[in-house]
Structure formats: structure tokens, C-alpha cells
């Protein structure tokens, strides 16, 4: 278990109370961890990020924003932003977008996004490195009962992207995006999949090539 004394223990959920959960987050051996509280549970991951992970991140992101920028989408992205739900829930996700009609929804100057407030992100993408067990179990229910209107999940060891579409609820896999509508998901594994022998400026170039012929 964690405790601000003791040692540390992450990438594992704890039973605990929210304020236990939030004296945790808050301590300043957590300054760069992020924090999960769910079902009355935590989750705390300091994992540094490495090459594998970061790279990933970056190009899914600058997928996302290339397809939204060429398909004339509105969209305002977040890299490891904060939403909480005070007493019930939180979550630090790789990414999370707000697109659409939701895409001026959280305005300049908001820090951590009171889901009270606010709603939640349109899509949130986790790139999994070590992770991926968690990603598409406890924080998939957690967006299911969220209201997360999609999902994406990066599996960087096996190079591909897994979708879900979130109604009522529940999830289900998908082979096209429907808040970035159009965008084929097959599109995004190949360009993971590009990056490993080529830069990003390549892959981008690729990417253009495809969104343009779709």
C-alpha cells in the first residue's frame, strides 16, 4: 500500500477512502505521477516514460491532429490532464480530445476539469506499454461509466491501435472512429507500425498521403 512515510507502491490499485486517495496524489513524491481513483480504489504510476511510450504518444497524437486539421474537425486535445469527479472518481489519460461541438467546452485557465462542471473528453487514448491489462479493463469500465463517447487503447509491444465506441454504458470494438468520423483505426496501426523504421516527418507524409485518398 501507499503511504507518505513508507514506500511507495505503483502501477497497482489500492482500496482506499478519496480523501486517502487525494493525500497521496497531492504528496510531493507524486509531483509527476498520475492518478487513478475508481469503485472506491487507486492507482498511482511513476513508471518513467521511455522511448517506446513516448514515441508512440507522439505520433497517435499527431494522427489524430492532422485527420481533424485536414477533415475540417474541431478539436482541442490534452497530453496527462486531470478530470475528477470529488468522492467518486479520477483519471489522468495519455491524451483526451474534446471535439466537435465540445471542442471550446473547457474554457482558458481551468485546472483540474471538475466533471461536476464540465463534461467529459469525446476521446481518450492510453498508450500501453507495461500497462495494457489495466488499460483495457478497470480504466475501460471506468470511461464506460464516465460517459467517454470513444476509447482508443496504443499497444505498443504489439503495434496496433484497439478501439471502442462507449453507449449506454457499455463498449464495443470498432474499425472506424466515430467522433473523428471517418478516420479508419487499420490507418493508425499501420503508421505505429511505419514509425519503427521511419522518422515521424515520414510517417506524417504517409499520413497525409492516405487522409487525402480516403
Not at 518513467?48 to 511510450?53: A, D, F, K, S, W
Not at 476521446?123 to 480504466?139: A, F, M, Q, R, Y
Not at 463517447?149 to 453507449?167: G, L, R, S
Amino acid at each position: 500500500m501507499v503511504a507518505t512515510t513508507k514506500q511507495l507502491v505503483t502501477d497497482s490499485w489500492i482500496n482506499a477512502s478519496w480523501d486517502r486517495y487525494v493525500e497521496q496524489i497531492e504528496h510531493p513524491s507524486c509531483t509527476k505521477a498520475k492518478g487513478y481513483y475508481y469503485n472506491d480504489r487507486y492507482r498511482i504510476e511513476t513508471t518513467p516514460i521511455g522511448n517506446e511510450h513516448s514515441q508512440d504518444h507522439s505520433i497517435i497524437n499527431h494522427a489524430v491532429y492532422l485527420y481533424a486539421t485536414f477533415k475540417g474537425i474541431p478539436m482541442t486535445g490534452k497530453n496527462n490532464y486531470s478530470f475528477r469527479q470529488s468522492g467518486l472518481r479520477e483519471f489522468q489519460p495519455d491524451l483526451s480530445l474534446y471535439v466537435g461541438n465540445n471542442a471550446s467546452a473547457i474554457p482558458w485557465g481551468v485546472g483540474v476539469v471538475s466533471l461536476d462542471d464540465y463534461p467529459a473528453p469525446d476521446l481518450v487514448i492510453e498508450v500501453s506499454n507495461t500497462s495494457l491489462s489495466d488499460d483495457l479493463g478497470e480504466k475501460r469500465l471506468m470511461y464506460e461509466d464516465v460517459g467517454v463517447a470513444e476509447y482508443w487503447v496504443v499497444d505498443v509491444k504489439d503495434v496496433k491501435v484497439i478501439a471502442f465506441t462507449i453507449q449506454d454504458g457499455g463498449s464495443k470494438r470498432i474499425n472506424e472512429s466515430q467522433v473523428l468520423t471517418g478516420l479508419k483505426i487499420d490507418i493508425l496501426t499501420e503508421a505505429l507500425q511505419k514509425s519503427r523504421t521511419s522518422n515521424h516527418t515520414e510517417v506524417a507524409g504517409w499520413l497525409l498521403q492516405r487522409f487525402q485518398a480516403e
